[in-house]
């Protein structure tokens, strides 16, 4: 199956949860504790990945499956095709404010990403990217409003752990921009960025499903992702990231390199 003819299917899958999760979320949510009290995760993650999951394995049998919450089958490796998963990325806000969460899914083949697509949920909000033929905003084509901008002329956003620990004198780099947001959710922190209402988006510790999309979608407009150490994304492990423009990228880098 070519790629439009994915991209159109993964579109529909991602409509229809995002239904059902808008009719269910006032009812009790059945949120429960993962490794701490504040990695939460509730029965619409769980049912939100289940139904992608039945969708690729009855469209693409066979075919890896990479999702946050784990019911079944996992890769090891990135060989062939893979679909990397978040069912519901700012499970914190999903519950603590009904808003600001998004749903995520790409699809990569040998480990390079094809799809990326990030919905944005209460703000229905579609961006899709597809490797080589740019992104889509519900539908239209997508451009950030410029393609580069130093970190003294926008906004950046850190994740909050880092900041307060102020790891590799983060606050200091902080203070170069003109101000710092914090989402709560990395798939809407890389579409801030990609709307270009962001310079850069700052996280120590992302997993595959946080990273796979927006990657996709990021990197079609010309966005910087690397590892804090310039390296490039491991998709098997959890990633310290800096997403940016070019020049607020190399800018960060370089206050990395020179604090850590
Ligand atoms: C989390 C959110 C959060 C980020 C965490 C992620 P989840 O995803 O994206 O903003 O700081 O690192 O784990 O667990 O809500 O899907
Ligand atoms: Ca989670
Ligand atoms: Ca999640
Ligand atoms: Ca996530």
């Known amino acids: 199956m070519d790629v439009l003819m994915r ?40 049912a939100t990945e289940t139904f992608f999951r039945k969708q690729i394995n009855h469209y693409f049998p066979g075919e890896g ?14 060989t062939g095709p893979v679909w990397i998963i978040d069912p519901i990325d700012g499970t914190a806000n999903f519950v603590l404010q009904h808003n600001h ?16 697509v990030i919905y944005d949920v209460m703000a229905d909000e579609l961006f899709v990217g597809i490797k080589g033929q740019g992104v889509t905003w519900n539908g239209h084509t997508w451009q950030p409003p410029f393609t580069d901008k130093p970190l ?4 950046l956003a850190v994740n909050g752990s880092l900041l307060m620990a102020n790891r590799w004198q983060v606050q200091e780099l902080i203070d170069q921009a003109m101000g710092l947001r914090i989402y709560g959710s990395a798939g809407l922190e890389f579409l801030a960025v990609a709307k270009g209402e962001l310079l850069a988006y700052i996280s120590p510790n992302l997993k595959p499903w946080d990273i796979a999309a927006g990657a996709v979608i990021c990197e079609e407009l010309g966005i910087k992702l690397s590892q804090f150490d ?9 990633n310290p990231i800096i997403l940016a423009y070019p020049k607020s990228h190399q800018k960060i880098r370089h206050h990395y390199d020179s604090n850590k």
Request: glycine share 10%; proline share 0%.
């Open 152 to 155: 003294d002329q926008g906004l």
């Open 7 to 46: 991209r159109d299917l993964i579109i529909d899958w991602v409509e229809t949860a995002a239904q059902e999760i808008k009719t269910q979320m006032s009812n009790d949510l059945e949120v429960e504790s993962k490794s701490n009290r504040k990695d939460l995760v509730t029965k619409l993650d769980k």
């Open 65 to 78: 499956i990479l999702g946050e919450e784990g019911m079944g089958e996992t890769v090891e490796n990135l």
């Open 101 to 116: 969460f998004a749903i995520m899914i790409a699809f990569y083949e040998d480990g390079l990403g094809q799809i990326g």
């Open 230 to 238: 310039g390296s490039a994304i491991d998709y098997l492990a959890a």
